[in-house]
């Protein structure tokens, strides 16, 4: 099974380009999220979905733009790449939103903005 | 707003011996899990063991168990007989329980474990 699949595993950005992080899932889970881990620390919310065509904002949105036409894919976009961006992105889904049920993580995009 | 701490940045366990990693939350919410992810060089995040707050029974998986203490907001990690397999980052995390969230997780800063031959 492939589970959660994200799309590239590492990419290297100048300040002021943008990108698109891929993510898609293949069992048919309504519940997806994006995550961001900066250097030492733990994982924090960016935005999150809770099925195609309905997204929200998680804790750390700002510069970042989503969206979910189907239930498998869910790309987060960064339009103006900045140095605070340089993180690694996980991308997550789940059956059903509640934390009963467990997250599926891909495995991670690493990002540098240079 | 509910927070997660882990107070050990790093630590260091000798091989088949047993490490405790700590974790303490803050939540007003009655209704919650709390969760142990093992994160290896490889960056995968891997569910190690979960704990439902209602739960008085501390849960354990193999090797693995955990001290959930809830008047005191404590959740800590027991790794028994440890292996050199065992060496990664471990992430702490709550997720509120129906209702209270959209299934999203609040992680702590994570624990590096070591583990000497």
């Known amino acids: 099974n492939a589970g959660v699949t994200q799309t590239p595993k590492f990419r290297i950005l100048k300040i002021g380009q943008s990108m698109t992080l891929q993510c898609t899932q293949d069992m048919n889970h309504n519940y997806m999220y994006w995550y961001r881990q900066d250097p030492g620390m733990g994982l924090k919310l960016i935005y999150y979905?809770?099925?195609?065509?309905?997204?929200d904002k998680g804790e750390v949105p700002n510069g970042y733009n989503v969206s979910r036409s189907t239930t498998e894919d869910f790309p987060l976009r960064l339009e103006l790449a900045a140095p605070s961006q340089t993180s690694v992105y996980f991308c997550?889904?789940?059956?059903?939103?509640?934390?009963?049920?467990?997250?599926?993580f891909g495995d991670g995009t690493r990002l540098s903005i240079l | 707003a509910q927070t997660v701490t882990q107070s050990q940045p790093e630590m260091s366990v000798q091989e088949a011996e047993t490490v405790t990693l700590s974790c303490t939350y803050d939540?007003?919410?009655?209704?919650?899990?709390l969760f142990w992810y093992k994160q290896p060089p490889s960056r995968q995040m891997i569910l190690v063991i979960r704990?439902?707050?209602?739960?008085?029974q501390n849960a354990t998986e193999n090797r693995f168990s955990v001290n959930f203490q809830k008047a005191a907001k404590s959740f800590s990690l027991k790794i028994s007989d440890s292996q050199l397999g065992d060496a990664a980052m471990y992430f702490c995390a709550y997720g509120a329980g129906y209702g209270g969230s959209q299934g999203n997780l609040i992680f702590g800063k994570g624990t590096k474990l070591s583990v000497k031959p």
């Open positions: 979905s809770v099925g195609a065509g309905i997204t």
């Open positions: 939540t007003s919410e009655s209704d919650y899990y």
């Open positions: 704990q439902e707050a209602y739960k008085q």
């Open positions: 997550a889904s789940s059956p059903r939103g509640t934390v009963n049920q467990p997250q599926h």
